[in-house]
């Protein structure tokens, strides 16, 4: 399997002038005169052939598809000149032309050979790596490109392709793609296109700087261009090819028979045409001899005139590209330019961007900042408020402990009183809810109004039930509201003092009415000191 091969647009065309690649390119064979010309597309492209042949040097040319002889004789005569020893084999699907092979057997019998063979009979009769040159004409590039990995296999290192009518819709142009994938090519666009494309690795240094030529660069149209020219300069000389066509012997009976009658008659015609035609000869030939000498002066008239055009195309090429080149590295910098300014307005931009963004930063953070001053200060001021209440509540603490102490004294002490006075309360709270009236006597409620401890509109306020029974407040307090641990106001618990004192609540008594009459004077007191600062603050 042979590798493909890529060229490097070396700093190609646009480092190297075209005047200077082309004067390397130039080979002896484009300025040969062909052996055989005949009227068809291929003759245009007979210089491509000779110079192909001269700058690769192939050992093995293979045609596929060979039918009227123009690419196949020229590939014939270049290897006869140039390499005697190689070899060139034609291949063709149905029977070769007699008169093509009788031609290539006269001429090329050392070197050529035209064979019948199915494209499956072909790859059999050719190894691998052995072929040089592959030119597939336009009748077969289809079944070809369906086969070519087989083929693809039998070129060498040196492996180059030609492809004919290989340009846009041309038969050849679905190979001339497929084949040209990753690869160095060159297209040749004049008469249907021919497309050479290096498929080896290890090519000539020739045929490497024309692929180095890229499509649409000046260099290449000049190639194109002087190819051309020799090209129409082949078509110019006179066709020495296969003769016409004999008239066919086969007819009716009839001719037969008539020409059978003829056949005498043409005989003694034929012996006095004879005579005739050697002195014809002897002077057309005086007369071919004048004509090649006058074509030879005027082919190297053209050959002359060719190059000297060709010198003038490369210098105004030149002047064009040199131009093309000024205006591109113009057009350059002011693209430059306009994106270097674009990007400075976009820096400019964003430093402006990120100066509002640090100014709002440093306002957010400043914000933070006095936030966290005010807070700071709030928790110090409350710090010192907890202090101030803590401080307070110890010595609350030490004044409830001192008042416990204190009760437990007055407890002792009254623990050793008579216990009939507590009978006497508890026989007159037991009188007192046999009655089940609850009278209230006016000294009651006279000691509860002078007190200070009863206040009307809050009692209303923490009772509305009371309202509602249309009960006076005073009255409702000292007859129910009492017993019931309604305390009068917010300096006296009643509900705290009958579960403090349970023998009040055991006798049934108004709690305030009983502290009024005994409890302040036996050290009790109307609420503990804790809710009564809680109850005074509110």
């Given at each position: 399997?042979?590798?493909?091969l890529?060229?490097?647009?070396?700093?190609?065309?646009?480092?190297?002038?075209?005047?200077?690649?082309?004067?390397q390119?130039?080979?002896q064979?484009?300025?040969?005169?062909?052996?055989?010309?005949?009227?068809?597309?291929?003759?245009?492209?007979?210089?491509?052939?000779?110079?192909?042949?001269?700058?690769?040097?192939?050992?093995?040319?293979?045609?596929?598809?060979?039918?009227?002889?123009?690419s196949?004789?020229?590939?014939?005569?270049?290897?006869?000149?140039?390499?005697?020893?190689?070899?060139c084999?034609g291949?063709?699907?149905?029977?070769p032309?007699?008169?093509?092979?009788?031609?290539t057997?006269?001429?090329?019998?050392?070197?050529?050979?035209?064979?019948q063979a199915?494209?499956?009979?072909?790859?059999?009769?050719?190894?691998?790596?052995?072929?040089d040159?592959?030119?597939v004409?336009?009748?077969?590039a289809?079944?070809?490109?369906?086969?070519w990995a087989?083929?693809q296999?039998?070129?060498?290192?040196?492996?180059?392709?030609?492809?004919?009518?290989?340009?846009?819709?041309?038969?050849?142009?679905?190979?001339?793609?497929?084949?040209?994938?990753?690869?160095?090519?060159?297209?040749?666009?004049?008469?249907?296109?021919?497309?050479?494309?290096?498929?080896?690795?290890?090519?000539?240094?020739?045929?490497?700087?024309?692929?180095?030529?890229?499509?649409?660069?000046?260099g290449?149209?000049?190639?194109q261009?002087?190819?051309?020219?020799?090209?129409?300069?082949?078509?110019?000389t006179?066709?020495?090819?296969?003769?016409?066509?004999?008239?066919?012997?086969?007819?009716?009976?009839?001719?037969?028979?008539?020409?059978?009658?003829?056949?005498?008659?043409?005989?003694?015609?034929?012996?006095?045409?004879?005579?005739?035609?050697?002195?014809?000869?002897?002077?057309?030939?005086?007369?071919?001899?004048?004509?090649?000498?006058?074509?030879?002066e005027?082919?190297?008239?053209?050959?002359?005139?060719?190059?000297?055009?060709?010198?003038?195309?490369?210098?105004?090429?030149?002047?064009?590209?040199?131009?093309?080149a000024?205006?591109e590295?113009?057009?350059?910098?002011?693209?430059?330019?306009?994106?270097?300014?674009?990007?400075?307005?976009q820096?400019?931009?964003a430093l402006?961007?990120?100066?509002?963004?640090?100014?709002?930063?440093?306002?957010?953070?400043?914000?933070r900042?006095?936030?966290?001053?005010?807070a700071?200060a709030?928790?110090?001021?409350?710090?010192?408020?907890?202090?101030?209440?803590q401080?307070?509540?110890?010595?609350?603490?030490?004044?409830?402990?001192?008042?416990?102490?204190?009760k437990?004294?007055?407890?002792?002490?009254?623990?050793?009183?008579?216990?009939?006075?507590?009978?006497a309360?508890?026989?007159?709270?037991?009188?007192?809810?046999?009655?089940?009236?609850?009278?209230?006597?006016?000294?009651?409620?006279?000691l509860?109004?002078?007190?200070?401890?009863?206040?009307?509109?809050?009692y209303?306020?923490?009772?509305?039930?009371?309202?509602?029974?249309?009960?006076?407040g005073?009255?409702?307090?000292?007859?129910?509201?009492?017993q019931?641990?309604?305390?009068?106001?917010?300096?006296?618990?009643s509900q705290?003092?009958?579960?403090?004192y349970?023998?009040?609540?055991q006798?049934?008594?108004?709690?305030?009415?009983?502290?009024?009459?005994?409890?302040?004077?036996?050290?009790?007191?109307?609420?503990?000191?804790?809710?009564?600062g809680?109850?005074?603050g509110?």
């Amino acid at each position: 399997m042979t590798q493909s091969l890529q060229f490097p647009s070396a700093a190609g065309s646009d480092q190297l002038p075209s005047q200077t690649l082309i004067p390397q390119l130039s080979l002896q064979s484009m300025f040969w005169r062909p052996k055989f010309v005949k009227g068809s597309v291929w003759s245009v492209h007979l210089p491509v052939a000779f110079w192909l042949i001269e700058a690769q040097r192939p050992q093995r040319v293979v045609e596929l598809g060979t039918q009227e002889g123009t690419s196949w004789f020229a590939f014939c005569q270049a290897l006869e000149r140039l390499n005697p020893y190689a070899e060139c084999l034609g291949f063709t699907a149905g029977p070769p032309d007699a008169e093509l092979v009788e031609h290539t057997e006269a001429q090329y019998q050392e070197l050529a050979r035209v064979r019948q063979a199915s494209q499956a009979d072909a790859l059999e009769q050719l190894d691998e790596g052995s072929v040089d040159l592959l030119h597939v004409a336009p009748g077969v590039a289809k079944s070809i490109g369906q086969e070519w990995a087989q083929w693809q296999a039998r070129l060498s290192a040196r492996g180059v392709v030609l492809i004919s009518q290989a340009g846009p819709g041309q038969p050849g142009e679905a190979l001339y793609r497929q084949v040209r994938e990753g690869r160095a090519y060159f297209l040749f666009e004049q008469s249907q296109g021919l497309a050479i494309v290096a498929v080896g690795s290890q090519q000539s240094d020739t045929l490497k700087r024309l692929m180095e030529f890229q499509p649409g660069q000046p260099g290449m149209r000049l190639m194109q261009q002087v190819f051309q020219r020799l090209g129409l300069a082949c078509c110019t000389t006179p066709l020495s090819g296969r003769p016409a066509a004999q008239a066919d012997g086969r007819g009716s009976d009839q001719a037969i028979s008539t020409a059978r009658r003829q056949v005498e008659s043409a005989r003694r015609a034929a012996e006095l045409a004879r005579e005739e035609a050697e002195a014809v000869r002897s002077k057309a030939d005086r007369a071919r001899h004048e004509a090649e000498c006058r074509l030879e002066e005027e082919q190297a008239t053209r050959f002359d005139e060719t190059a000297k055009l060709t010198e003038l195309l490369q210098a105004a090429e030149a002047a064009q590209a040199k131009s093309q080149a000024r205006i591109e590295e113009l057009e350059t910098a002011k693209r430059q330019a306009l994106e270097e300014s674009e990007r400075q307005a976009q820096a400019l931009e964003a430093l402006q961007q990120r100066h509002q963004a640090l100014e709002q930063r440093h306002e957010q953070q400043q914000h933070r900042l006095d936030a966290a001053e005010r807070a700071s200060a709030a928790l110090q001021e409350e710090n010192t408020t907890l202090h101030r209440q803590q401080q307070a509540r110890f010595d609350e603490l030490a004044e409830l402990t001192r008042m416990l102490q204190e009760k437990e004294r007055r407890l002792a002490e009254l623990s050793e009183q008579p216990k009939r006075l507590v009978d006497a309360f508890a026989t007159l709270g037991k009188r007192s809810k046999a009655r089940g009236d609850r009278r209230t006597s006016k000294e009651d409620l006279r000691l509860v109004r002078e007190s200070g401890f009863f206040d009307e509109a809050w009692y209303a306020g923490r009772y509305p039930d009371v309202g509602q029974s249309g009960m006076n407040g005073l009255e409702h307090f000292v007859k129910f509201g009492g017993q019931e641990g309604r305390s009068p106001g917010p300096a006296f618990d009643s509900q705290w003092y009958l579960l403090e004192y349970p023998d009040v609540a055991q006798a049934g008594l108004n709690p305030l009415v009983h502290y009024l009459r005994f409890g302040s004077k036996e050290d009790r007191l109307p609420t503990p000191v804790a809710w009564q600062g809680e109850k005074h603050g509110s």
